[in-house]
Every structure is written in C-alpha cells, then in structure tokens.
C-alpha cells in the first residue's frame, strides 16, 4: 500500500506559474511510475504527465510545453511544475503511483488549482 500527499495547489493568476509536489510513502516497486491527473467539473480525469524511476517522461498534448514533471527518488517525491496557467487549468489535480504509468493503483487525495483574475 502506498500513501500519496499532494501539497501546493491554490489560486493563482492566470499566466502565473505554481509547483505541485506529491510525497509517497509505504511499500513502494523499486522501478515505479508517478504520475499527474486533473479533473475539471463535468469532465473526464485526464492524465497530464508521468515520470518513471529512470526519468523517463511523457506528457499530455494540453500541457506539453507549459508543465515540467520532475522527482525526487530519494525523497519518493513528484513534483508538477505549471507555467504560464490558464483558466481552463482550473481543476482538482491528482498525484498517482505504479509499477508502470499504464498501471496506477495508488491515488492521492487531490489539491485544487484555480486559475483567475
């Protein structure tokens, strides 16, 4: 089992940048994924990035370009780095864990961002 704590989510303007981090804690796969969803109000959790143990990266096409994943394994921490936010990057983000990024098992309780003026 595998807890996960997102901090750093909060209002910010748009344009403005703003870092998520996520720390995992318990029994964790020596080569794993973490990974980041969102999910705006009526719409579908969608995947925005995903980091391996190794550092391998890949990223969703709404974000690419604007938000940076990055990890600390000696801390068991993902961070989500978000420039140049945009109203439409309003929703509650999620941190994941697994044994690969096509396998998450393992959820935070989410932080919320909110882009506005």
């Known amino acids: 089992q595998v807890q996960l704590v997102e901090s750093g989510g909060g209002l910010v303007q748009p344009g403005r940048s703003l870092r998520l981090s996520c720390a995992a804690s318990?029994?964790?796969?020596?080569?794993?994924?973490m990974g980041w969803y969102r999910q705006a109000p009526g719409k579908q959790r969608e995947l925005l990035a995903a980091?391996?143990?190794?550092?391998?990266?890949k990223y969703a096409d709404s974000v690419k370009g604007r938000f940076t994943i990055s990890r600390d394994n000696a801390k068991n921490t993902v961070y989500l780095q978000m420039n140049s936010l945009k109203p439409e990057d309003t929703a509650v983000y999620y941190c994941?864990?697994?044994?690969?990024?096509?396998?998450?098992?393992?959820w935070g309780q989410g932080t919320q961002v909110t882009v506005s003026l």
């Open positions: 318990g029994s964790m796969f020596g080569f794993n994924a």
């Open positions: 994941a864990y697994g044994p690969t990024w096509n396998k998450f098992d393992s």
């Open positions: 980091i391996t143990t190794a550092g391998s990266t």
